[in-house]
């Protein structure tokens, strides 16, 4: 069983170090959803949700989530990002959401990724709950990674 990097010999957590590692370009790639009422649905894709564009201030939010990230979960580093984007696409039931994020540091970006993902999500909520708070968000994972010693990674379908 490989041995859980944020543990130390005693068992305590801790931040890892990653001074010795190499600064190489590193991207992540996740995604996530939320489905929702045909109602809400309607209102979202016509723009007539009562607090504004839906889309648009999700997009806003899992990009400044992305570049909070290590203000949020406790042992992850804080890098410079280089680049996030987060795409919203409707679907026949909800949204789906891909986050991309990339950085040229010595650590990976796949938790900023996931948080774009899902701050972006927590976001479509929020602005069209009051027309349908029944809304289920999942299936927010990892897509692929690039970079660093551990090279590529992608999921499987």
Do not use: F
Not at 59 to 83: D, E, F, Q, V
Not at 114 to 124: E, K
């Amino acid at each position: 069983m490989a041995k859980l990097t944020h543990l130390d010999d005693q068992g305590a957590a801790h931040m890892v170090d990653v001074s010795a590692k190499a600064v190489t370009e590193r991207v992540a790639v996740a995604e996530g959803q939320i489905t929702m009422s045909d109602q809400a649905l309607t209102a979202i894709r016509d723009g007539s949700a009562k607090k504004g564009d839906v889309l648009a201030v999700a997009r806003i939010a899992g990009i400044m989530a992305a570049k909070n990230t290590s203000s949020l979960i406790p042992l992850c580093h804080p890098i410079a990002l280089s680049s996030v984007t987060v795409d919203l696409d409707l679907m026949a039931d909800g949204v789906r959401v891909t986050a991309t994020a990339r950085t040229s540091d010595q650590t990976g970006v796949e938790m900023e990724a996931l948080t774009a993902a899902s701050v972006a999500l927590l976001t479509v909520y929020d602005m069209a709950k009051a027309l349908d708070k029944a809304m289920v968000m999942g299936a927010i994972r990892l897509l692929a990674k690039s970079g660093g010693r551990s090279g590529d990674w992608r999921a499987t379908p």
